[in-house]
């Protein structure tokens, strides 16, 4: 414990389960909470159907709600994985977000750290997001720290941004001269609007599918600019960052493309994710030098040729500057877990509109 507290370089283990529920996503990082020194193993736990379907009946749900099949199946699957993981010297645990209201009732991150550190024997940084939310901030996005060190750490000397495409989009500016994330300047992070959610609501719900492989179904179809024009209606766009949304925020794309055949259904919202992302980067200070893009939005050739075609900057996957698209998430719940433990901040104002930086996490030591 010594070393740890003094600053030494930690290898921390990040698991992320996301709003996509796919499953959890577990990765290794080493830092000293400031610089990345080394990427580590990672791993990967998909839910079966059962336990995907627990997840999605306590999507909504509040503290004081009855979580308990969901928490069974949070808790067990993390344990399951992260015990795959004994060089572990710290664990970031982000737990499963079922609902999200900064405005309102505040932040759920379902999952127990306590129980999850006595599983593990190691000790375990948790509920990240409920600090800055009773601060005053959005809770979201939480990476940005994280993609401000990937920054440092492949050597951009421009403005670069860093896109996640998972079951929300969430963009990321960064200006790498800044030497520190918290500085005036150095980032600018929103929630661009949704992205794979609602698609994987829609493919599952008319063909049984977990998600629009290889964007297959969106290329057949063609994009329904009517439908297009109304989802852009929504008032979140014109809304200033920093900003964050829900799960289930644009719960009318289902409705907009309801009559439409699957594939065009599929065009459409495809779309929808992209242009709200082009909507984000008007928000941006200056133009970036490229667009990183993580999470599984990535793999999606639709997509992707819609945002290169949209935007004036290179677009790229962040495995082309030597990055981990699938675990960039958990890596970054890795690196924040140190700097909760060193006391650095997590969030800025300009990361999630919190009024200072500050610290968010609960420490579960063994």
């Not at 520190?180 to 794979?196: K, V, Y």
């Amino acid at each position: 414990m010594k070393d740890k507290l003094k600053g030494a370089p930690l290898w921390a283990l990040g698991a992320m389960s996301g709003t996509s529920l796919d499953g959890v996503d577990a990765a290794m990082v080493q830092t000293d909470g400031q610089r990345i020194l080394a990427f580590g193993e990672s791993g990967y736990r998909p839910y079966t159907a059962p336990e995907r379907t627990a997840l999605k009946a306590a999507l909504g749900r509040w503290p004081g709600e009855d979580t308990r099949a969901a928490l069974e199946v949070v808790q067990g699957a993390h344990a399951e994985l992260l015990a795959g993981f004994p060089q572990a010297e710290l664990v970031g645990f982000h737990g499963q977000t079922l609902a999200h209201e900064p405005r309102g009732r505040g932040t759920h991150q379902l999952g127990d750290g306590d129980a999850l550190a006595r599983a593990l024997c190691r000790d375990v940084v948790w509920d990240f997001r409920s600090a800055d939310v009773a601060l005053g901030g959005e809770g979201a996005p939480l990476a940005p720290f994280f993609h401000f060190a990937c920054a440092k750490w492949i050597g951009a000397t421009a403005p670069v941004a860093f896109l996640n495409l998972g079951g929300v989009g969430n963009l990321t500016w960064i200006d790498p001269s800044k030497s520190a994330p918290e500085d005036e300047g150095a980032l600018l992070a929103f929630d661009t609007g949704p992205a794979n959610a609602p698609l994987n609501d829609l493919v599952a719900e008319r063909l049984g599918l977990d998600c629009d492989r290889d964007g297959a179904l969106a290329a057949k179809g063609a994009v329904v600019d009517g439908a297009l024009e109304l989802f852009l209606e929504e008032t979140y766009f014109r809304k200033m960052p920093p900003k964050s949304l829900d799960r289930d925020d644009f719960s009318l794309m289902m409705e907009l493309v309801r009559e439409l055949s699957d594939a065009d259904a599929a065009a459409t919202m495809t779309a929808m994710a992209a242009t709200a992302v082009m909507l984000g980067m008007e928000h941006c200070p200056g133009p970036p030098e490229r667009v990183l893009v993580t999470g599984g939005g990535r793999h999606n050739p639709v997509m992707m040729a819609m945002l290169a075609a949209g935007l004036d900057c290179e677009v790229a996957p962040v495995e082309s500057v030597g990055l981990d698209g699938d675990m960039l998430e958990a890596q970054a719940f890795a690196y924040l877990a140190v700097r909760v433990l060193r006391g650095l901040p997590t969030s800025a104002p300009g990361t999630t509109g919190v009024a200072a930086a500050v610290s968010g996490g609960q420490i579960s030591r063994v």
